[in-house]
Structure formats: C-alpha cells, structure tokens
C-alpha cells in the first residue's frame, strides 16, 4: 500500500491479486496522470474546452526488468479544428517540456539506493 502526505492510498501489488496496481502499471498510470492533467488545463486556457480526453498508455518489457519505449494514444474529442490545432500543440508541448513524469523517463533519472 502506497499512501501520501494527504492521506490517498493506492494498493500495490504483483499483479496476482484482485484489486490491486503493479509497480509498472502505476509507472504508466503516473505518465498518463501527468499528461492529461496538465493539457486540459493549458487546452482551456487557451480558450478550449475538449468534449472529451482521456488516453492509453502502454509499454511492453524489452528484458524480463526493463520497459521498452512508452507510448501515450489519446482518444480525444474536440469542438472544432481551432480547438484541435490548439490540443496538438499543447500535447506536444507538455510531453517534451512540461509533464515532469514522461520527462523524467525521457532523461533518465538517476534512481538512488539508501539501505539504513
């Protein structure tokens, strides 16, 4: 169980259980989290509200402990070609620029170790 300073808890497991996220399923749930909760408030901004967003996000494993490339589809509807021209834009600007999660991943951070 994964729980933080404000009191959300997310159960955490193998993937054997019901009811509960693998490590590399919250891994992809954080980039697609990070993504649509910044476009939708940058796309309104800009004067757009989409009818609907929402996305898939998917990797496969390259090696039995490690991901290959991460993939985000958005399935989106928008009121109008302005607004889609806006959406693209902003898409393409939060995963190159602004979402710190697929940024990270992009960059490679550095993951430490501290043992007690």
């Known amino acids: 169980m994964a729980t933080n300073s404000r009191g959300a808890r997310v159960a955490i497991g193998s993937g054997d259980e019901e009811g509960v996220f693998t490590p590399v399923e919250l891994l992809l749930a954080a980039v697609g989290g990070c993504n649509i909760v910044t476009v939708e408030p940058l796309t309104a901004k800009r004067g757009h509200r989409l009818l609907r967003l929402a996305m898939t996000v998917e990797s496969e494993k390259v090696e039995p ?47 430490r170790l501290a043992l007690p």
Do not use: I, M, W
């Open 65 to 111: 402990n490690l991901l290959g490339p991460v993939t985000v589809t958005y399935d989106v509807e928008v009121p109008s070609e302005q607004a889609d021209e806006v959406f693209r834009a902003v898409a393409e600007r939060v995963h190159d620029k602004y979402c710190t999660v697929s940024r990270s991943l992009q960059e490679g951070t550095v993951v």
